[in-house]
């Protein structure tokens, strides 16, 4: 029944209804129900009708005779049962297909249910309800007659008659060996069982159901046998579910003895072969233990090991020659051998010194990179002319997203090297990098061996990948071991705890990766060559899109090749509004999310030619993510746009400063770090140092409270560099004197008003360049750097450079500085 069927019949008169049930006169119960309600009779028009309260019930069946215990929570639920609490009435339940629906149609529940007695209620916590209850006889729901404030319902009680009782006595007693079977088998706590007698029809039918509720646990199976239209049909079903469940019962009974037979077979086996063992070794026969240790001592002639290596196997031999051959020393001292002997002591793979080759391949699979692509060269060339050089071992430094991990497999490719990776990421054990001492249960080689292990030879292009996201905890420190790993004058002769053997690393071509070298140890870092891999600009990106990434995810959605092509307009669009990322990864995210949706298009008609332009970007991505300002910043008192570097790029950093009347406290939020709240101090005492320079009140520290506050106060921010955009919004903030809103700032400064030098020039310069920024201030120092920033980025902003805070306090104000 519909739900908008329910709501006509919410107002049905009930009492009439069950005045004409108890005439039984069907015809006037007919009229009444169409004159009235507009219903008819269904198909059980010849059975006998109740009125009863319904409550819908979940994951369970109540069957006649049944005595059980439900939580009733729903508020409908509760309403009915108040109400048959009251008129002393007999509920209906009736289970319900999908327990999720709290508000239940007729279309949602089981056709039949149980007429059922309340025999105990428990009031619970949080309004819950226990009911304990009684199934009397089964009832078939006809039709809603309310659904508010609770279900009442009109039931069909069905009468089962049988001319020939004999033959359902005959498969009833049929049901009642199989059972009595399954109760033995299971060991089912049903009392007096076989006591039941089955000589009417109404001790069949309690017998039945009485089986069916120990039986059958799953609430639909239990449903189908409380549906079945007669007695017979309930019990046939019966039977054919305990005839299966016998079956399986036999089975599970005859794996269980194999299961132990076979137990008892290897433990007999175990027995024989000791007793042998015994027996040879009275005799002196050991042919099996000898032939076993030949192979091993072929082998180390066959793969002509280094004499280290070969003296420490034939030591293990020795031993393996004098311990019981099953006992657990003897598989620890076989597994040693077999893994030393798979560690790669002399192979390698035979370089690429063709230098346009390596140049042509790192060119195809990535875009721009030139500064790794040029000492990979550099390496091959050097290799070229000098074949005893040692392995390098370079750390890429930069944003996530800029193809730092991807380049290292392109090189491997390039040098016709293998190539393994091992991710350092959450890596806090040192055994992680040197293994386990072989005294250690379950001890295994560190994984810089077993990455040698699975690579096969002694010369692969090995990845350390995020480097700095290492940690330390009282199992040690796993830096303090990559400093063997990756130190020139130590990996000749690294050694793994497992091995106890030197092994030597120094033809390995390490590459290391890192977000930033901040969390990197000194020391280690003092090991390796660094690289610097910086964000790409906004033409980068659309180059590389257009030259890689286009291509590469058409391909993994199944586009046939130039059945898609994205403008550059379009590609345009894509970069600067849908991504702020100093990477491609969220780049190559929005360009698979086209793919998709036109993957829909191409599956409908494979020969279509989808041309993307920039008028069709919003139809596939929705509205612009980010909408960079071009100009029109307001010039502001207390707010300098500052610039900052982090882990994954550049980006602007607003400074804003409030002066309240107070007694000269300095309040610093926007969860700054150490270096940072120390930066803040420095100009609040630089300003308070110089304040008649600036005309600032000479006693404003006594006079005001100064709160500095930098936005997105939930994102963690630190560093020197907003030293001079603290000391300008101060001073701003001081005098009243606006900050043109089209400049930003970046610099350290010192209590003498010094601008020392910062990183991250180009990441900085892009960021600002994005956020409509026309005049950049950087310190002296950093003029050097201004080649890295793009020439179109150069050509549009305005560059100033100081060595003092007055420069900048000069160029950042717009009223002039009261300078005495």
Known sequence: ??????????????????????????????????????????????????????????????????????????????????????????IFLVSQFNPAIEEPTKDDLELSGTVSRVKQVLKLQNGVVRVLVE????????????????????????????????????????????????????????????SIRLISFEDIQKYTYLVASKLI????????????????????????????????????????????????????????????????EELGDKEDIITEIEKYRDKIKELKLPNHVADKLNSEIKKLEKVDSLSGEGANIRTYIDTVFKV????????????????DILEKSHYGLEDVKERILEYVAVRKLNNGLKGPIICLVGPPGVGKTSIASSIAASMNRKFVRM???????????????????????????????????????????????????????????????????????????????????????????????DTIPRPLRDRMEIIEVSGYTDIEKKAIAREYLVSKQAQEHGIKKDALKITDDALKLIVSDYTRESGVRNLQRQIAKVCRKTAVKFAEDENLKIIIEGKDVVDYLGPSIFKYKEGGLKDKVGVVMGLAWTQYGGDTLPVEVAIMKGTGKLELTGKLGDVMKESAKIAYSYVRANSDKYGIDEEFYKKYDIHIHAPEGAVPKDGPS???????????????????????????????????????????????????????????????DIDKVPEYIRQDINFVFAEKVDVVLNTALRGELNDN
């Open 135 to 194: 199934g009397i006889y089964k009832g078939e729901l006809d039709q809603f007659l309310r659904i508010e404030p609770y279900y009442e319902a009109l039931i069909a009680i069905p009468e089962e008659k049988y001319d020939d009782l004999d033959e359902v006595k005959a498969i009833a007693r049929v049901l009642r060996k199989l059972f009595v079977r399954y109760v033995k088998d299971v060991k089912v706590p049903v009392d007096d069982v076989s």
């Open 722 to 784: 907003a030293g001079v955009t603290m000391v300008t919004a101060i001073v701003s903030a001081l005098s009243k004197n606006p900050v043109r809103g089209d400049i930003a700032m970046t610099g350290e400064v010192t209590l003498t008003g010094n601008v020392l030098a910062i990183g991250g020039v180009k990441e900085k310069s892009l960021s600002a360049y994005r956020a409509g920024i026309k005049t950049i201030i950087l310190p002296e120092e950093n003029r050097k």
């Open 344 to 359: 790669p002591w002399k192979k390698s793979s035979k370089d690429n010194y063709n230098l346009e080759k390596v140049k």
């Open 217 to 280: 646990t799953l609430p639909h199976m239990q449903s189908s046998i409380l549906n079945k239209k007669s007695l017979k049909e309930r019990i046939e079903l019966l039977i054919e579910l305990l005839e299966d469940e016998l079956k399986i019962i036999k089975l599970e009974k005859s794996i269980a003895k194999k299961t132990n037979e076979k137990m008892e077979k290897h433990q007999k086996e175990y027995y024989l072969k000791q007793q042998i063992r015994v027996i040879q």
């Open 423 to 517: 991710s350092l990421g959450g890596v806090k054990d040192e055994a992680e990098i040197r293994g386990h001492r072989r005294t250690y249960v379950g001890a295994i080689p560190g994984r810089v061996i077993s990455s040698m292990l699975d690579v096969g030879v002694v010369n692969p292009v090995f990845l350390l990948d995020e480097i700095d996201k290492m940690g330390s905890d009282y199992k040690g420190d796993p830096a303090s071991a990559m400093l063997e790993v990756l130190d020139p004058e130590q990996n000749k002769t690294f050694k793994d705890h497992y091995l106890e053997l030197e092994y030597d690393l120094s033809k390995v071509f390490f590459i290391t990766t890192a977000n930033t070298l």
């Open 1 to 90: 029944m519909s739900e908008r069927k329910d709501e006509k019949i919410q107002d049905i008169d009930i009492k009439d209804l069950e005045n004409l049930l108890k005439e039984g006169n069907k015809e006037k119960i007919s009229e009444f129900l169409e004159e009235k309600y507009s219903k008819k009779l269904d198909i059980y028009k010849d059975y006998k009708r109740e009125v009863a309260t319904l409550i819908p019930i979940r994951g369970m069946v109540v069957f006649p005779g049944n005595t059980v215990h439900f939580d009733v929570g729903r508020e409908k639920s509760l309403a009915a049962l108040e109400s048959a609490m009251k008129n002393d009435k007999l």
